[in-house]
């Protein structure tokens, strides 16, 4: 109803939405759950990955770079995707070796996103120095495929 002055009131909403209180960044073992410490993290990764390509070619030639890299990346990659928790997936307890995600979607995307890395460089052409990350690429990708998998099973069957 319109007051004297011919405004309607706001009318609080009928359910407040809990805010998601995240804990702090455990260092180790390493549990990032705040999604800015996640953003962080990656950026982290990002450019240490860069500086550390960029100064290992000025020693070493490319393609054994690249290829230490992909196989170094790969590694790191699965480390900090492990470390990654959901808001509510409890700190402590370790996860499930196969597990790498908190929840089935986002691993759906990541493996669709390796899998499609993974035949990128069959479209380009068939070149010897990319075998190795196409291969890192198709195991991401397999893996992450893996852990959605188990995860919908789980959320489908209590």
């Known amino acids: 109803m319109p007051n004297g002055d011919g405004l309607v009131e706001p009318q609080p909403y009928p359910a407040q939405r809990a805010k998601k209180a995240y804990p702090p960044l455990q260092w180790w073992p390493l549990r990032v759950m705040n999604p800015w410490h996640k953003f962080g993290v990656f950026v982290v990764y990002v450019v240490a990955s860069n500086v550390v390509t960029r100064s290992a070619e000025l020693l070493i030639p490319k393609t054994a770079v690249d290829n230490a890299w992909a196989v170094l990346g790969t590694a790191l990659i ?8 959901g808001w509510d997936e409890p700190v402590v307890a370790p996860r499930a070796w196969w597990r790498l995600t908190a929840r089935p979607r986002a691993g759906w995307w990541l493996a669709a996103m390796y899998l499609l890395a993974a035949f990128v460089p069959v479209d380009r052409g068939w070149h010897p120095e990319l075998l190795v990350e196409g291969v890192t690429s198709l195991l991401l990708g397999l893996a992450f495929l893996n852990s959605s998998i188990r995860l919908t099973i789980l959320r489908r069957r209590p």
């Open 78 to 85: 699965v480390a900090i995707a492990r470390s990654f928790r």
